[in-house]
C-alpha cells in the first residue's frame, strides 16, 4: 500500500508561486508514474503534471513553461512548483501515483490506484 500525503497549497494572488509537496510512504515502486491532477468545482478532474521512475515528464497544455515537476527519491517526496499562477489555476490539487510508467498508458486519473487527500490552492486576480 502507498500512502500520499500532500502539502503546500495556499492562497495566492495572480502572478505569484507556490510549490506542492507529497510525501509518499509504504512499499518502494521501482516502475511507476506520479503526478499531480487538479479539480475545479464543478469541473472533471484533469491532469497537470506527471513524472516516472526513468525522470520523464509530462504537462498539461495549460501549465507548460509555468509548473515544473520533480522529485526526491531519497526523501520519497513529489514536487510541483507552481509560477506565474493564474486564477483559473484554482482547485484541489491532488498528488496520484501507479505501478505502471507515463508513457506506456495515458495519464488519465482512472489508471491511477494511489490519491492523497488534496490540498487547496486558490489565486486571486
Known amino acids: 500500500q502507498v500512502q500520499l500525503v500532500e502539502s503546500g497549497g495556499g492562497s495566492v494572488q495572480a502572478g505569484g508561486s507556490l510549490r506542492l509537496s507529497c510525501a509518499a510512504s509504504g512499499y518502494t515502486l521501482s516502475r511507476y508514474c506520479m503526478g499531480w491532477f487538479r479539480q475545479a468545482p464543478g469541473k472533471e478532474r484533469e491532469g497537470v503534471a506527471h513524472i516516472d521512475n526513468s525522470g520523464r515528464t509530462k504537462y498539461a497544455d495549460s501549465v507548460k513553461g509555468r509548473f515544473a515537476i520533480s522529485q526526491d527519491n531519497a526523501k520519497n517526496t513529489l514536487y510541483l512548483q507552481m509560477n506565474s499562477l493564474k486564477p483559473e489555476d484554482t482547485a484541489m490539487y491532488y498528488c496520484?501515483?501507479?505501478?505502471?510508467?507515463?508513457?506506456?498508458?495515458?495519464?488519465?486519473?482512472?489508471?491511477?490506484?494511489?490519491w492523497g487527500q488534496g490540498t487547496q490552492v486558490t489565486v486571486s486576480s
Open positions: 496520484a501515483a501507479r505501478m505502471i510508467d507515463c508513457y506506456s498508458l495515458d495519464t488519465y486519473p482512472g489508471t491511477f490506484g494511489w
